[in-house]
């Protein structure tokens, strides 16, 4: 499984795998949308693309890397070695270089 190299691929990847839950109804940027990202998260907390949000015509993509198996998607990675694998990520760090 390769990493996603984009916002938009993992959007399209989790509408492909039917994770994202998409609200089409017009809803209000300020209560309204924070109100159902938070019940959202606490019946499966699955991510969120509301696609009429009132005073803006760009969708709003919410609590996208909320779930593990979401995360270990986008890195290219199985969600039982995702741990594992940020633990060697963050010891393999290079030293930082300062420069003038």
Same mark, same amino acid.
């Given at each position: 499984m390769a990493a996603l190299t984009s916002f938009r691929d993992l959007i399209d $990847? /989790? @509408?492909?795998? !039917?994770t994202l839950r998409?609200?089409?109804r017009a809803v209000d940027p300020r209560y309204e949308l924070i109100a159902v990202m938070?019940?959202?998260? @606490? $019946? !499966?907390?699955e991510p969120l693309l509301f696609g009429n949000v009132a005073g803006t015509t760009a969708p709003v993509a919410t609590n996208i890397l909320g779930r593990r198996d979401v995360l270990a998607m $986008?890195? !290219?990675l199985e969600p039982?070695?995702?741990?594992? $694998? /940020?633990?060697a990520q963050e010891a393999a760090?290079?030293?930082p270089v300062t420069v003038a």
């Amino acid at each position: 499984m390769a990493a996603l190299t984009s916002f938009r691929d993992l959007i399209d $990847a /989790l @509408k492909r795998s !039917g994770t994202l839950r998409t609200v089409s109804r017009a809803v209000d940027p300020r209560y309204e949308l924070i109100a159902v990202m938070r019940a959202v998260q @606490k $019946a !499966g907390n699955e991510p969120l693309l509301f696609g009429n949000v009132a005073g803006t015509t760009a969708p709003v993509a919410t609590n996208i890397l909320g779930r593990r198996d979401v995360l270990a998607m $986008a890195l !290219g990675l199985e969600p039982r070695s995702l741990l594992p $694998a /940020l633990v060697a990520q963050e010891a393999a760090q290079l030293e930082p270089v300062t420069v003038a």
